[in-house]
């Protein structure tokens, strides 16, 4: 009974069929890994101003990557122009309204996130109002990320009243 399923035709049916099995996973592996290893940043920016000609953020940085990023520099890209943010921390208000600017670089791990305060100085040409899509370059150590991230309306992280 079982010799007619054991025969050369069959045998080599199932290999065929193991090896085309074997090669599709294999495919699906590399692809997926690929996928969840490259440069993949996710940005939103929760609050913006744009205080005396410079432009401030309270921005939320998330690596959606399966492995670190360090984040070396942002610049806001505007009509082919590139406005670097301030690589040393700045502090600025008084007392209840004090906001200190990030330190670089920014390490990521993978999945983890990061909020944080970014200034941008000698910003005139750049208005920002809700609706409008900024575009960003993030230097880090995998290369240049671009990303455009779409304002909302402001909050109040920027915005403190008296």
């Known amino acids: 009974m079982f010799a007619n399923i054991f025969t050369l035709d069959n045998t080599q049916l199932v290999i065929n069929v193991l090896s085309i099995m074997a090669f599709v996973m294999s495919a699906f592996l590399s692809v997926s890994k690929f996928l969840s290893a490259r440069r993949n940043i996710k940005i939103v920016i929760?609050?913006?101003?744009?205080?005396?000609?410079?432009?401030?953020?309270f921005i939320h940085f998330q690596n959606m990557a399966s492995s670190n990023v360090s984040i070396?520099?942002?610049?806001?890209?505007?009509?082919?122009?590139?406005?670097?943010?301030e690589l040393i921390p700045k502090i600025r208000g008084s007392d209840s309204e004090l906001l200190k600017s990030t330190d670089f670089p920014i390490f990521l791990c993978p999945d983890q996130g990061y909020l944080c305060f970014l200034e941008f100085v000698s910003c005139r040409d750049i208005q920002l109002v809700p609706g409008k899509k900024v575009d960003l370059r993030i230097y880090s150590n995998r290369g240049p990320i671009n990303r455009s991230v779409t304002l909302g309306n402001t909050s109040h992280y920027l915005h403190i009243q008296h």
């Open 46 to 57: 929760y609050d913006y101003s744009q205080p005396l000609g410079t432009v401030q953020f």
């Open 72 to 85: 070396q520099s942002i610049s806001i890209i505007e009509n082919e122009r590139e406005y670097p943010c």
